[in-house]
């Protein structure tokens, strides 16, 4: 998958592809319906995601609570899986934002990356002031010569299957309604950090990860899945993950803490997707380290029976 980051300046080979807009925050099964749209709409196209980083969201109400489900990254590599071979994440700045609908039309999708077709769920709003809808966008499609679907939400029972939705059954510590919305486990994916060795002191050595500028699941203990994505440990492995901020250690900071089962090796520097699997218990304290480590030993046998039933 090729990203492209720069609508001005476009090679030849990045431009008239098909194209699904929009944020993209989990790629759940509506975005991926959108995509769907955008591969059967032009099959001979190359198939693209137009996205914005940062989310403008993030841009216009920078000190609001986190909220995204995943970062630039991860959501690059969920796309990538689908078979999206064009990402245009977009820079969403002041002079994207100041764009009126018809010069976001004009500038970005015909002029700039010479779409042939855009995918656009039937709540889209675009251009300055979110002024621009979908049916506008039919329009300027007809006059500046490019198709344009406009797909249905997507309902999964009586919901409409949504990031806020989605954000919701995480809160709530329902991880597995959430996978069925995203039609994939929630996966939190960072680098892995220093921390304070206090799991290695106890026998559980954890790989530490920021979820700073994420949405956080409900804090507590989960079993996982996990997957090393590059260094010398690359693969698979089964876990358990505490989230939250470790009121034992009257920590501040929230984080997620995975220990690998039956692992041994150092993951400093490794980028790791945690899955979360089934929420096992909200976060505790205990009058010693000894209630601790065998609350640890009870999370992490009945996290073993949990993800060997998968």
Not at 11 to 33: C, K, M, T, W, Y
Not at 196 to 215: C, D, K, V, Y
Not at 222 to 227: K, S
Request: proline residues 6%; negative net charge.
């Amino acid at each position: 998958m090729h990203i492209i980051r720069d609508f001005q300046f476009v090679e030849p080979e990045d431009r008239g592809a098909s194209v699904a807009i929009g944020n993209f925050d989990g790629v759940h099964l509506g975005h991926q319906s959108v995509i769907e749209l955008a591969r059967d709409a032009a099959p001979d196209a190359p198939l693209g995601v137009m996205t914005f980083e940062p989310h403008p969201r993030e841009y216009f109400a920078p000190d609001s609570p986190p909220f995204r489900l995943m970062r630039g990254n991860a959501r690059a590599h969920r796309l990538e899986k689908l078979g999206v071979e064009k990402l245009y994440e977009l820079p969403f700045n002041a002079a994207l934002a100041g764009l009126s609908p018809d010069e976001f039309a004009r500038n970005v999708i015909c002029d700039g990356l010479g779409l042939s077709h855009v995918v656009v769920g039937a709540d889209f709003c675009f251009g300055k002031g979110r002024s621009g809808t979908a049916d506008d966008l039919v329009r300027f499609g007809q006059e500046m010569g490019f198709g344009v679907t406009i797909a249905p939400l997507m309902q999964r029972s009586e919901n409409v299957v949504s990031s806020t939705a989605i954000r919701t059954a995480l809160s709530e510590g329902r991880p597995k309604d959430a996978a069925a919305m995203l039609g994939h486990w929630h996966r939190i994916e960072g680098e892995v950090i220093g921390g304070e060795q206090r799991g290695r002191e106890l026998g559980f050595p954890t790989a530490n990860m920021s979820i700073e500028g994420l949405h956080p699941p409900k804090f507590g203990v989960y079993a996982v899945l996990v997957d090393v994505l590059d260094g010398p440990h690359k693969g698979s492995y089964n876990g358990a993950a505490s989230v939250g901020v470790r009121p034992m250690f009257h920590g501040e900071v929230p984080n997620i803490e995975t220990f690998l089962f039956d692992f041994s090796g150092d993951l400093y520097g490794a980028t790791l997707s945690v899955g979360l699997i089934e929420f096992l218990r909200p976060e505790m304290t205990f009058k010693g380290l000894d209630g601790l480590i065998a609350q640890m030993n009870a999370d992490c046998e009945q996290a073993r029976g949990i993800l060997a039933a998968l």
